[in-house]
């Protein structure tokens, strides 16, 4: 998978674990458990990959325009990581408030994933090639394999 490729992939399966987890009842807390711990982990993952490797690349090639969508890219993660996320786990998977909290959540992440691809996906493929992009989807990969072994590690 090239770079563009394997972003939006990912974006896939965040949409359906936002999904799952719309469908669930305050009496399901397992579940809303275990979905939020595959969502962490989803969302960390993957803002680890655009941080460390696509958008530096994106930026290096894209001038003063890109510029802007880097750094509003980067703080909507911020911004998720620091504070929406934090406050929804520390949330009572079986109190009202979860919903609302993942309604936010979902809200905010769809609106970040439709900018990457309806701005930044778009440019990148015009500006960095298809052999560049096959380059960083490998990077990636192989840093997402690193990742999940660290996190092993860490789980062990
Ligand atoms: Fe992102
Ligand atoms: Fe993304």
């Given at each position: 998978?090239?770079?563009?490729?394997?972003?939006?992939?990912?974006?896939?399966?965040?949409?359906?674990?936002?999904?799952?987890?719309?469908?669930?009842t305050?009496?399901?807390?397992?579940?809303?458990?275990?979905?939020?711990?595959?969502?962490?982990?989803?969302?960390?993952?993957?803002?680890r990959?655009?941080?460390?490797?696509?958008?530096?690349?994106?930026?290096?090639?894209?001038?003063?325009?890109?510029?802007?969508?880097?750094?509003?890219?980067?703080?909507?993660h911020?911004?998720?990581?620091?504070?929406?996320?934090?406050?929804?786990?520390?949330?009572?998977?079986a109190?009202?408030?979860?919903?609302?909290r993942?309604?936010?959540?979902?809200?905010?992440?769809?609106?970040?994933?439709?900018?990457?691809?309806?701005?930044?996906?778009?440019?990148?493929?015009?500006?960095?090639?298809?052999?560049?992009?096959?380059?960083?989807g490998?990077?990636?990969?192989?840093?997402?394999?690193?990742?999940?072994?660290?996190?092993?590690?860490?789980?062990?």
């Amino acid at each position: 998978m090239n770079a563009v490729e394997l972003l939006k992939h990912d974006h896939e399966a965040v949409k359906q674990l936002f999904e799952r987890l719309g469908k669930t009842t305050e009496r399901g807390i397992k579940t809303r458990e275990e979905l939020m711990r595959h969502l962490h982990e989803e969302l960390m993952t993957h803002a680890r990959l655009e941080e460390e490797i696509f958008y530096p690349a994106f930026r290096a090639a894209s001038g003063k325009e890109g510029e802007v969508l880097f750094h509003e890219a980067k703080e909507e993660h911020r911004a998720v990581e620091a504070l929406i996320l934090p406050d929804l786990e520390k949330t009572d998977p079986a109190s009202s408030e979860f919903a609302g909290r993942v309604k936010v959540l979902k809200d905010m992440i769809e609106h970040h994933i439709e900018e990457e691809e309806q701005e930044m996906l778009p440019k990148a493929c015009e500006l960095l090639g298809e052999e560049r992009l096959e380059e960083l989807g490998a990077q990636m990969e192989s840093r997402r394999k690193e990742l999940k072994r660290q996190a092993g590690e860490r789980a062990a």
